[in-house]
Every structure is written in C-alpha cells, then in structure tokens.
DNA sequence: GGGTAAACGGAGGATCCACTCCGAATGCTA
DNA sequence: TAGCATTCGGAGTGGATCCTCCGTTTACCC
C-alpha cells in the first residue's frame, strides 16, 4: 500500500518553493488569487501546483499547520519568562511578532475555521496565558481588568500591522510600546468598559463569517 | 450638452441600494467579489450595476468618497474638544469608531491608492491633528514621545478591529481604553522604541503594494 | 391619460481561471 | 550507465464571472 518512501529531490524543492511563493502571494493579493500566479512565481507548471496541492484549501491548510508549528515552538521562551510582567511583554511582543511576519495568516485562519468550524486551536498556549496573567495581576504589575481574551485581541490588533510590509516592519514596535504602558497596573486608570469576553465567546467572534452590520 | 437634469428616482433609490448592498458584500467577502452577486443583493439586474458604476472602480471609488465625506463631518466634534486630551480621546475614539462602522474601508483605500499614487488625502485633518498633538503635549497630558504618524497607526490598529461585525462591535472600546492610558504623560514611561515617521512615510508605508516578507 | 426619454432586466458572447492529462524530463538505484 | 518510476510542463477543457445589448418597463411632463 502506501509507500513512505522520501519523495525525490526536485518534488521537495517545488514543494517547498511553492510555500514561499504562496506566502508572497496570499499576502499581497489575499487567498483567492489565481494559482497560475502562484506557478508562475514559483517557476513551476499549473500541473505541479496541483500535484502538491489538490486543491486551494490543501495549500491554505498546509500553510496554516506551518505557521502554528512555529508559534509552539515560540512557546517555551514566553513561558519562562522571570517575572509576571515579562511573561506579559513576552508575549504581546513575540505573538504580535509572529503574526506581523504573517500577513496572510488572517484570512487563512478564517477559512481553516470556516472548513472546519469545531477546531479549538492552541488550548494550551491558552491556559499557559491565564497562567501569565495571574502571576503578573498578583505580583501588581498587570491592571487587573484586563483579560487573556484581551490581551489576545490586542496581539490581533498589532498584528493587523503586518499589512505595511517590508522596510516598515520594526515600526508596529512603537504602537506594542504604547499598549504595554497601558497594561501596567496604575492607581489612576479608569476600569475597562464593557463586559469582558471568555474564549468561547472570542472563538466565536474571530470565527464567524465576516463582517455585515 | 450635459443635461444636469436630477435623475429619475427609481435611480437614485437603485443607486443607493447598490452601494449599501456593496458595502455589505465588500465587509463579507472583500472588494473582489463577484459584481453579479451584488446585483443579486440589491434585486435588480446585472445591466443596473454596470450603468450605475461602470467599472468596479467606480464603485470602490464612491464608497471611498462616501466614507471620506462621513469623516469630514465628524471633524468638527474632535476639533472642539475644550482640553488637549479630549481631544486626544475624541480623535482616537471617533475615528477608530468611523473604521470599525466600516471594514470595507481599508481594501477600499489600498485600492483607490493604487488607482491615483499622488493622492493625499485629508491634508487639513492632518494639521488639525498635530495641532490637538501640540495643545495635549503642552498641558502635559499626553506623552510626548508619541507623533500624529503614531496616533494614526493606531486608529488603523484599533479599526481592524472592525472585521469582528455585528454584536461584538463594542468590544474595540476595551482595547481603546488600554491604548488611551498607555498614551498618558507619566514619569516613569519607557521611550518609544524606533524612529518616529513622517506623514510623507507613512503614506508611502500604508500605500505600498502590500507585504512581501 | 398619452407621449417620450430614462432606466430596467437578464440572456448571451467574451474572458479569466481552475484543474486535468499525457508526452517529456529528471532523479534514483544498481 | 542503463532502466525505471517519479515528477514535470503547459496546452486544453469546462465552468464561473464580466460586461454588453436591446426589447420591455417605469417615471415624469403636459
């Protein structure tokens, strides 16, 4: 049956060179651009873009995988973070980093969650953040009315910077300063409005169709 | 020649359905969505779309000046804030609330880029802005390390937020509060990391192509 | 109401994109 | 180096979307 032999060499450079390209891509035309683009860039005949990838939502899932790969291996270094606070920085900074790398990854993660809408991504990582946030609320550095949804919304909102690309990069680093100081515990701030959201209610908020009005 | 005789109302009211429609459309499924859909919204037939906007350009281009002609009225408000931070807080809230009212807007403004590079929108808007800037920096309320570049990332930032629609609109307000209180004079601030931009950069940095790597 | 110009609807040709198929090329094994 | 299985390229088919065209309908004027 299924042979596990190693593909040949040429199969996994196309593979690879596609995933580059595709990342290119999606990030300057969104995920629906035309994949005889993605051939094109790639080098590659239309054929081998399906012989890797038999449909759009292969690719899109694949690139997924990838990029949640990489965001556990981003984990350990967060999570042994020396005091409350710089587990907070920690973070904020390495996931706003990690997303701004990632233009594409958006749309991407909506589509995963529209292809299969039970999927729960990184239940860990969440509690390991409640675990953060507790230490840096009792040890006084982190405003207490702040939650992980909020924190996680507010790594999506730097994120969304990844649009200005390139040379621009760095810059989002000035806007992570600013909601940092805003974090801190302070005697003068004034209480959150609104109702704090748990992570049922954000999954279904960052997974629903888009939005209407 | 020209005969500038007001259109029939049964146009104006297809007219202005189209452009409701599409601002729907384009908030779900973005700005390159099929025009026959629209057409299918707004029940009327496919020739409707094509005489109203004869080009999907012409559309993009109307609901761009349409939201641009919105912000214009909401500008007196922010400049008739009696204190520097009002005003800070009116710029930061209001505009962040004309973005999220409106998730079409960032494609849209990409696009009308494209189509005109020498575009400078809202010149005026600009010096008021760095007039509150000036009057929050004297009184000592606002940190002075932050630009009106900054204040403007970070409506974008906040405005992304509208992409999560319908109930969960408010929840931005959260995050606003978190980005007001980092923006606060304090003593014991840490300087904001990087070079400051100018508005000449910025408008090459949210006008570029879009990101590469 | 009757006449006229403006606007409408939607069928259909043109175009773009997705995806397949097979002869040619390439890497692997011995 | 020879032989073979794997992978490749890109022309071509089919379906979706764009956009036009014209017979029909609607609003407006008198």
Same mark, same amino acid.
Do not use: C
């Given at each position: 049956?299924?042979?596990?032999?190693?593909?040949?060499?040429?199969?996994?450079?196309?593979?690879?060179?596609? +995933?580059? &390209?595709?990342?290119? %891509?999606? *990030?300057?035309?969104?995920?629906? @651009?035309? =994949? #005889?683009?993605?051939?094109?860039?790639?080098?590659?005949?239309?054929?081998?873009?399906?012989?890797?990838?038999?449909?759009?939502?292969?690719?899109?899932?694949?690139?997924?995988?990838?990029?949640?790969?990489?965001?556990?291996?981003?984990?350990?270094?967060?999570?042994?973070?020396?005091?409350?606070?710089?587990?907070?920085?920690?973070?904020?900074?390495?996931?706003?980093?990690? +997303?701004? &790398?990632?233009?594409? %990854?958006? *749309?991407?993660?909506?589509?995963? @969650?529209? =292809? #299969?809408?039970?999927?729960?991504?990184?239940?860990?990582?969440?509690?390991?953040?409640?675990?953060?946030?507790?230490?840096?609320?009792?040890?006084?550095?982190?405003?207490?009315?702040?939650?992980?949804?909020?924190?996680?919304?507010?790594?999506?909102?730097?994120?969304?910077?990844?649009?200005?690309?390139?040379?621009?990069?760095?810059?989002?680093?000035?806007?992570?300063?600013?909601?940092?100081?805003?974090?801190?515990?302070?005697?003068?701030?004034?209480?959150?409005?609104?109702?704090?959201?748990?992570?049922?209610?954000?999954?279904?908020?960052?997974?629903?169709?888009?939005?209407?009005?």
């Amino acid at each position: 049956m299924g042979s596990t032999a190693s593909p040949r060499r040429d199969a996994r450079r196309n593979h690879e060179r596609l +995933l580059v &390209e595709a990342r290119r %891509l999606f *990030a300057e035309r969104g995920i629906d @651009a035309p =994949l #005889d683009e993605l051939a094109t860039r790639a080098a590659v005949g239309a054929g081998t873009v399906y012989r890797h990838f038999p449909t759009r939502d292969a690719l899109i899932r694949e690139l997924y995988d990838d990029a949640v790969d990489d965001l556990h291996a981003i984990a350990p270094e967060i999570l042994g973070a020396e005091t409350g606070w710089q587990g907070i920085e920690l973070w904020l900074e390495r996931l706003s980093e990690w +997303l701004t &790398e990632r233009p594409y %990854l958006p *749309a991407v993660m909506r589509r995963v @969650a529209e =292809l #299969d809408p039970g999927h729960r991504p990184g239940a860990e990582l969440q509690e390991a953040g409640d675990g953060i946030i507790e230490r840096a609320k009792a040890e006084g550095s982190l405003r207490p009315d702040v939650t992980a949804v909020d924190l996680s919304v507010l790594v999506d909102m730097l994120g969304s910077l990844g649009q200005y690309g390139g040379a621009y990069l760095p810059f989002w680093r000035r806007q992570l300063a600013v909601v940092l100081d805003g974090l801190r515990a302070r005697p003068d701030l004034t209480e959150l409005p609104g109702v704090a959201l748990d992570f049922d209610s954000f999954h279904d908020m960052s997974h629903q169709k888009r939005a209407a009005d």
